[in-house]
T-cell receptor
Framework: EAGVAQSPRYKIIEKRQSVAFWCNPISGHATLYWYQQILGQGPKLLIQFQNNGVVDDSQLPKDRFSAERLKGVDSTLKIQPAKLEDSAVYLC????????????FGQGTRLTVV | AQSVTQLDSQVPVFEEAPVELRCNYSSSVSVYLFWYVQYPNQGLQLLLK??????LVESINGFEAEFNKSQTSFHLRKPSVHISDTAEYFCAVQNTGGFKTIFGAGTRLFVKA
């Protein structure tokens, strides 16, 4: 079974530039999550999708972050414009449904904003 | 609201020694509890989870964790660690009535030869 795929693995951008991350969840998983993991901290949920609808985006900085889930499968997370404090690993995860007690994580995208 | 506190940011230990990674949580409602592991250059993987029933849960690679409701703890233990256990370990809590999972800051386990 293929796991959660994310790209790119690494990205370095200058502040005020824009960047986009892509995620392909496990086939059949209805729920998709984006987490931000800042160095030395645990993952923090940014947004949760159920199919192509948003379940929770309460911690997404909506002035600069946006996310969509095309046709309830792949998802993209965008930052525009980026700030230094956005440097982090962005993790995508998926689960069968919102009530699942196991999420499967991708390897993450390490973003460095300089 | 829930929160998770992992009391140690780093735990160095010699190979074949026992280890305990501590986790405390706070919640006003019933929760599920999890330990995830992140090996170098890999994504997070579920190690074990407590949902209900027996308070002692085990993983396939020799780790165990015990849910202690009175102490609001879910400490992770292994009687004898291997070099390959070197990784970062995250404790997490999920409201049984909701879907958001809250993670602790992580404990980096470093096993020395």
């Amino acid at each position: 079974e293929a796991g959660v795929a994310q790209s790119p693995r690494y990205k370095i951008i200058e502040k005020r530039q824009s960047v986009a991350f892509w995620c392909n969840p496990i086939s059949g998983h209805a729920t998709l999550y984006w987490y931000q993991q800042i160095l030395g901290q645990g993952p923090k949920l940014l947004i949760q999708f159920q199919n192509n609808g948003v379940v929770d985006d309460s911690q997404l900085p909506k002035d600069r972050f946006s996310a969509e889930r095309l046709k309830g499968v792949d998802s993209t997370l965008k930052i525009q414009p980026a700030k230094l404090e956005d440097s982090a690993v962005y993790l995508c995860a998926s689960s069968l449904d919102p009530g699942s007690t196991e999420a499967f994580f991708g390897q993450g995208t390490r973003l460095t904003v300089v | 609201a829930q929160s998770v506190t992992q009391l140690d940011s780093q735990v160095p230990v010699f190979e074949e020694a026992p280890v305990e990674l501590r986790c405390n949580y706070s919640s006003s409602v019933s929760v599920y509890l999890f330990w995830y592991v992140q090996y170098p250059n890999q994504g997070l993987q579920l190690l074990l989870k407590y949902l209900s029933g027996s308070t002692l849960v085990e993983s396939i690679n020799g780790f165990e964790a015990e849910f202690n409701k009175s102490q609001t703890s879910f400490h992770l233990r292994k009687p004898s660690v291997h070099i390959s256990d070197t990784a970062e370990y995250f404790c997490a809590v999920q409201n049984t009535g909701g879907f958001k999972t809250i993670f602790g800051a992580g404990t980096r386990l470093f096993v020395k030869a």
